[in-house]
């Protein structure tokens, strides 16, 4: 059956929602299906012939058709040229699910290629990150509160709350060395429950802003409903009947209405910050304030995501499109630059060079959120066992994101090779120009660097033990001043031993009193036993003077006294062994480095570090490693360096490591010495670990991102 025999006609569905909009010089036709809520653009002439196509027919009949109803459209236009847009128009609504499937006419579904099939399970993966559930219907409440109160939605209370959000904005930034976060305040469940309420309530004030906003300007809002966006709840509205209103400042007011209501939230958050003392309520205003104003301007307002500044953007610039456009327009560019202006000619479009821009800046930050998500998800996951479940949701994402660019270097290796002989040399040259970089760039050498949190601490010679127990009696030194060895630095008192002394000390005395009775009254037998008695009793004496001396606790170098509160320990009771001072050597400042499995490979001894303290963050501090890493338990690690302290391993209250990476730790020595170096110090260390090729640093990232062991 040939293209004349074929019937291809179709007919639109009635309910569509249709409207009629003049933009740019051009009549368009802005069709909504209430079923999916996606909208469909095409010109208007386009939709007054598929209107005049009822029962169908074949290609001529149709063509027969528009001539008699629409002779303006179709003068001056070949009889092919007219079936072909038939076929064409016929097929487009089709795969639009726009057309009545019935009858003779209903289409039979075309077979996915493989890598369709492959994006759509990898994205059906990756579904559960955006899953929406319909509430309710609120329109109806809605004309009730827009109805009764109407003054709020008007241009001076808009005017009032636009100053008020400038001036709390002014407030804030004249405040902002009084706003303080505090890490530990993240580690109690009990604020992170109230923190996550806050964040909801916020959300339904986002949501309410475009539904009221949209509501006030005659639109309907229809559906209402909870979603699930990267595990965490929050609310939607459907406000997608603004598409349908021609008037485009309407619509971006509707678009900005959510982040406003944020603002005035973020106002309003700010006040009630000020007007409270410190404590949970203060620290929970000021967490909520910042994700009202700071995180919906990154996220919210931000064009390069697909929200409310993507849909304000696409206003501005007119184009519903918009990164459909700016993806098609880098690919044009992309086969311009393998094909050349002839074979791809120059097509000038509007902002062309915006959408080329833009999609370059949004595609680049969209792998950035992506990679961010998932490192969250695997770290949020660990604990629960299920860190494997977050690599494969990131894999899904990144397979998404690779495979239509796959496909669209694989369509142009196919369109090269059915080039002829001339026009394929540029392609040729052009992809043996790409490989040879590639090749060129995966040998270069790259800088390998670890960066880290580390902090100062003592060398086993420097530390004071007790070897006795005892109470702290007396304290001679105090923090920060230097000592030399063997000068006193405390005393210990222990009154068993003080006892013990003194009766060895009387038993000496009696036993030297018998023994020189003995002499004289010349009795040879007790003269031998007393001898016994008195080197027994002398020993005892000097065991016990020996124990006593052990009392006074002295300087084991010369150095520099690093305990701090030392006068807090008076009258304490020390056990035996336990830490009473640190003295620093003069010669020797040991830093104390964690690394996680992936940095500990890297790092070998005898390695450069330079180090900087974050109380003298202008002065930089060089030296080497002096132990190559070794492994420890997450309760080793000194205090300074976690979450709680300021440093960058997250542990809960009590000190537990939340995270499993940190197992390592290694040392290096400050070199030359430097006084200002305290115990419980801490900063951030670069360690310089040599080159890698690039290609070899690539595939490392790879392996490490499934955790396979690749040591050499």
Not at 29 to 34: E, G, L, Q, T
Not at 606 to 617: D, H, N, Q
Request: proline share 4%.
């Amino acid at each position: 059956m040939n293209s004349t025999e074929r019937r291809i006609g179709f007919k639109l569905r009635n309910d569509l929602q249709v409207s009629h909009q003049h933009r740019d010089g051009i009549d368009r036709a802005v069709i909504k299906d209430p079923h999916s809520l996606r909208f469909f653009e095409m010109a208007w002439s386009d939709y007054q012939l598929a209107m005049t196509v009822q029962n169908g027919g074949t290609a001529p009949e149709i063509v027969e058709q528009w001539r008699r109803s629409f002779p303006e459209l179709c003068d001056g236009i070949e009889q092919e040229a007219l079936e072909r847009r038939a076929e064409r128009l016929c097929i487009a609504t089709r795969r639009l699910g726009l057309v009545e499937e019935s009858g003779p006419l209903r289409a039979t579904p075309a077979a996915l290629g493989w890598g369709a099939w492959l994006l759509r399970w990898v994205r059906w993966i990756g579904a559960p990150m955006a899953i929406r559930i319909r509430l309710f219907d609120p329109d109806a409440f809605l004309s009730q509160i827009v109805a009764r109160w109407r003054p709020l939605f008007s241009l001076p209370a808009l005017f009032l709350a636009s100053v008020f959000v400038i001036v709390s904005l002014i407030a804030a930034l004249s405040r902002f060395d009084e706003m303080e976060f505090h890490a530990e305040w993240f580690h109690i469940w009990q604020n992170l429950a109230a923190l996550y309420l806050g964040i909801l309530v916020l959300k339904v004030v986002h949501e309410s802003g475009h539904a009221l906003v949209c509501k006030t300007l005659g639109g309907h809002v229809h559906e209402v409903g909870a979603q699930l966006l990267v595990f965490h709840p929050t609310f939607f509205v459907d406000v997608s009947d603004t598409w349908m209103w021609p008037d485009r400042r309407r619509r971006i007011a509707v678009a900005a209405a959510g982040f406003g209501a944020e603002m005035i939230a973020a106002a309003f958050l700010f006040w009630l910050w000020r007007l409270l003392s410190p404590g949970f309520a203060r620290d929970l205003c000021l967490n909520l304030m910042f994700i009202a104003s700071v995180s919906a301007v990154l996220f919210n307002i931000n064009p390069l995501m697909r929200y409310d500044g993507y849909h304000m953007l696409a206003d501005l610039l007119r184009e519903p499109r918009l990164r459909q456009k700016a993806f098609a327009s880098i690919g044009l560019t992309i086969r311009r630059f393998f094909f050349g202006k002839t074979l791809v000619p120059v097509v000038f479009e509007k902002h062309q060079t915006v959408f080329t821009i833009y999609g370059i800046l949004s595609t680049t930050y969209l792998i950035w959120i992506v990679v961010a998500v998932g490192g969250f998800l695997r770290h949020l996951l660990a604990p629960l066992g299920l860190e494997a479940g977050g690599r494969v949701l990131l894999a899904a994402w990144l397979c998404s994101m690779l495979l239509p660019l796959l496909g669209f270097f694989g369509k142009i290796i196919r369109d090269t090779l059915q080039l002829s002989a001339p026009e394929r040399r540029r392609p040729i040259v052009v992809w043996a120009s790409l490989i040879s970089t590639a090749i060129f760039a995966a040998f270069m050498p790259l800088q390998i660097r670890v960066e880290r949190e580390c902090v100062v601490e003592v060398a086993a010679a420097g530390v004071v033990r007790a070897s006795q127990a005892g109470f702290l009696k007396e304290v001679l030194v105090r923090e920060g001043e230097r000592v030399k060895k063997g000068q006193l630095l405390a005393r210990l008192e222990n009154r068993s031993l003080a006892l013990t002394k003194i009766k060895a000390e009387i038993e000496v005395g009696l036993t030297k009193v018998a023994l020189m009775s003995a002499v004289g009254g010349n009795q040879s037998g007790h003269v031998q036993q007393g001898m016994r008695r008195f080197n027994e009793a002398r020993a005892n004496e000097l065991e016990a003077a020996r124990r006593s001396g052990t009392l006074e606790l002295l300087s084991p170098c010369d150095g520099v006294v690093l305990t701090r509160l030392l006068e807090r320990k008076h009258g304490q009771f020390i056990r035996p062994g336990e830490e009473v001072i640190s003295v620093a050597p003069e010669n020797t400042r040991e830093i104390m480095l964690p690394l996680t499995e992936k940095e500990a490979r890297r790092v070998k001894e005898g390695a450069w570090v330079e180090f900087r303290a974050k109380a003298f963050s202008e002065s930089k501090f060089t030296g080497r490693i002096s132990t190559a890493p070794l492994r420890i338990k997450g309760g080793d690690l000194p205090r300074a360096l976690t979450a709680l302290a300021g440093g960058d391993i997250t542990v809960d209250a009590s000190g537990k490591v939340f995270s499993s990476e940190v197992t390592h730790v290694s040392r290096f020595i400050v070199e030359p010495a430097d006084p200002r170096l305290r115990q419980g110090l801490s900063g951030r260390a670069r360690l310089d670990c040599g080159t890698l090729p690039a290609a070899r640093w690539l595939w490392e990232k790879a392996l490490d991102a499934i955790h396979l062991e690749h040591r050499m």
